[in-house]
């Protein structure tokens, strides 16, 4: 079929729901007292494997305004493991990833006992020196992007079209920057900005190699009756070797708004958090901690976004 083959994803309804719902172990916070904990995240939990590997586990916690929610969200770390797989997989040819193995029996003898945390949802990876820069791509006006648009006419500086409006296709995808923050939110910065934090000659790089992968994400997911509409990527040095690391292409990283129901002008429907964003913003919470805890219904939807995402862009269902 080749690597955009257009094979038509047939879903039994009956299956497709019962799947969803399906009994499993809940993974809000793994405890894994064999290795060094050295990262507790907003989803994942990393640990040292000896000094040149990692272990990635990836929770069922979610965020919104830099907050860790009060719910989880059933077997979502499952899904973003598997389909930062399914991507890794795609992208190889393109870009070398720090993946060594997702297959817990291939994991070290002292990470078995804990096959109940780390089952399709964890990733030994090589360690990689990162780069203090998410590397954003854009294709369409959504979020902060569109915010900035509205006060300067500007996306990172980069100057746009007069008349776009919010959920706009842009003339071409943009490459816009932003710091990590250990706090707070990451902030967007200018490519001259970033050139002059990590030098001119890796932006340059980091700027060529994320157009490029999102390009052919992009293209892919059409295919598959998906806009891409911007994603985040981050990048570390193995050795020499600039290297795609940490998750690829989710709904967490991720805007994927379906194609047949896109209409510029407004907010568009997605496969992704901005639902859980949309709901918490009709509540009085000031977007500081503790978080809320999400009604029942508003999880299963989310989980529900969550797995029609991966179905849609892998062709294959995800029983949790």
């Known amino acids: 079929m080749g690597l955009f083959g257009r094979n038509q994803l047939v879903i039994n309804r009956a299956t497709w ?5 399906t009994p499993m172990q809940t993974v809000f916070q793994t405890n894994i ?21 990692l272990l990635l586990v990836a929770t069922d916690r979610i965020s919104a305004f830099d907050c860790i929610l009060g719910s989880p969200i059933p077997g979502k770390g499952i899904i973003l493991t598997q389909l930062s797989l399914f991507w890794f997989d795609l992208l190889r040819d393109l870009t070398p990833n720090h993946l060594i193995t997702a297959e817990v029996s291939e994991f070290p003898a002292e990470l078995q006992p804990y096959r109940d945390q780390l089952d399709r949802r964890s990733m030994l990876v090589k360690r990689a020196r990162m780069v203090e820069i998410e590397c954003v791509a854009r294709g369409y006006l959504a979020g902060s992007g569109w915010k900035e648009y509205r006060q300067s006419q500007t996306v990172c500086g980069i100057q746009l079209p007069t008349g776009l409006l919010d959920g706009s296709r842009l003339p071409e995808p943009i490459f816009t920057p932003a710091t990590k923050a250990q706090t ?3 902030e967007n ?15 340059t790089h980091l700027r060529d190699l994320t157009l490029g992968i999102y390009s052919t994400a992009a293209a892919y997911a059409l295919t598959r009756g998906i806009l891409l509409a911007d994603t985040k990527f981050e990048f570390g040095f193995i050795g020499d070797e600039l290297t795609l690391a940490d998750e690829v292409l989710t709904p967490d990283s991720s805007r994927f708004w379906p194609a047949d129901g896109y209409r510029p002008g407004g907010a568009q429907p997605s496969f992704d958090k901005q639902f859980v964003r949309d709901y918490l913003e009709t509540l009085t919470w000031d977007k500081r901690p503790p978080a809320p805890e999400l009604p029942a219904g508003i999880v299963r939807k989310t989980q529900e976004k969550y797995l029609e995402a991966y179905a849609r862009l892998t062709g294959r269902e995800l029983t949790l």
């Open 17 to 21: 729901y019962a799947s969803y719902f």
């Open 33 to 53: 007292p064999a290795l060094p904990l050295v990262a507790h995240g907003k989803v994942r939990d990393v640990y040292a494997v000896g000094e040149d590997k």
């Open 184 to 186: 707070g939110h990451d």
């Open 189 to 203: 910065i200018s490519f001259e900005r970033t050139a002059g934090i990590i030098g001119a000659d890796l932006a």
